[in-house]
């Protein structure tokens, strides 16, 4: 059963093709998990946040109860990109003397707009996020479309090596400086001294962040599940995001068909669902030995309680 096979796991991450019903499962599973007892935080990273929607209620950056035990909260890119460079900027002007104060402000301005800056700042968000899980039994990420998700889940690995050749580039420059400071060149004050520990200070604290981020993405306490639909496309990018988890050290763990059209329903839908049936079999073959689980095409939208019920009760089906 998925949902049991899934209770053990503290952290769920769960991702696919867009449009699929990404959000609509991982709601599905984290209110289950609320419903033993736990208390669970539901984490949206996608850009396009539907939580909201789904509870009918505002959610945002800071988390909130939507049901009994189950509190959500949607992470802003932007608003975090904003906020870790603000944050940056404070550690500079600090670090730095007044008069660069202005060329920090112009570096902090051009990183705004770099590529990768959101996402970066996105991913230490979920760090902060998964290193303080105290307050909670389990958290749930709903994650952004699969080319997103593929980038999320590898960039810890890139980012940590990357902040790896930083702390090495900055010991040899601490090196250096002492070694000029002891040959009475250059500013003979302790000020460079402390510059030095502060800018070793935040990098292996970074270092530590990404390498915990990386830990708990792999080890036996979390899972991720592949949502899709059972057709051409979504099939593809769940083969490729399966293969991307795979070469970051992170197992596929579940694969949820949404949306598979009903049988017994008429004609067309059998035709339908013959397509579909080709489809799951590619899938169980490109992705072997996966638990998978079918939920049928809803008549309503699963909104609230009520509505996310219904999904759980698919969800409780025995996979296939």
């Known amino acids: ?34 419903r033993l007892g736990e208390r669970v935080l539901l984490v949206s990273t996608d850009p396009a946040h539907n939580l909201g929607h789904l509870w009918g209620c505002r959610v945002g950056a800071e988390a ?10 949607e992470l802003d890119p932007a608003r975090a990109a904003q906020e870790h460079l603000a944050a940056v900027g404070q550690t500079l002007r600090r670090m730095m003397p007044e008069h660069l104060h202005g060329e920090v402000r112009r570096h902090l301005e051009s990183a705004a707009q770099a590529p990768g800056t959101h996402e970066a700042a996105l991913l230490e968000s979920i760090a902060d996020i998964v290193a303080d899980r105290s307050g909670y039994d389990s958290v749930i990420l709903d994650t952004a479309p699969s080319g997103h998700t593929a980038r999320l889940v590898t960039l810890p690995e890139s980012l940590g090596t990357w902040t790896d050749a930083l702390l090495k580039r900055q010991e040899s420059s601490a090196r250096f400086g002492r070694a000029l400071r002891n040959l009475g060149a250059g500013d003979t004050s302790s000020r460079p001294a402390r510059r030095d520990e502060e800018i070793r200070r935040i990098l292996v604290a970074r270092q530590s962040r990404f390498a915990s981020l990386r830990s708990a993405f792999t080890d036996d306490t979390s899972a991720f599940v592949v949502v899709l639909a059972a057709e051409r496309l979504p099939v593809e990018e769940s ?3 399966s293969a991307i988890l795979a070469d970051a050290g992170i197992s596929t763990d579940a694969l949820v068909v949404n949306k598979r059209s009903p049988a017994g329903q008429g004609e067309f839908l059998a035709e339908r669902r013959r397509v579909e049936d080709g489809f799951i079999e590619e899938l169980r073959r490109r992705i072997p030995g996966v638990p998978l689980s079918e939920v049928a095409l809803q008549a309503t939208e699963p909104l609230g309680d009520e509505g996310l019920t219904s999904m759980i009760e698919a969800l409780e089906a025995q996979p296939t």
């Open 1 to 34: 059963m998925l949902l049991k096979d899934l209770a053990s796991k503290r952290l769920v991450l769960v991702g696919g093709k867009g449009g699929v019903g990404k959000t609509t499962v991982a709601a599905a599973l984290a209110l289950y998990r609320s």
């Open 64 to 73: 909130q109860q939507v049901s009994d035990g189950l509190l959500a909260m």
């Open 239 to 241: 083969v490729e995001l």
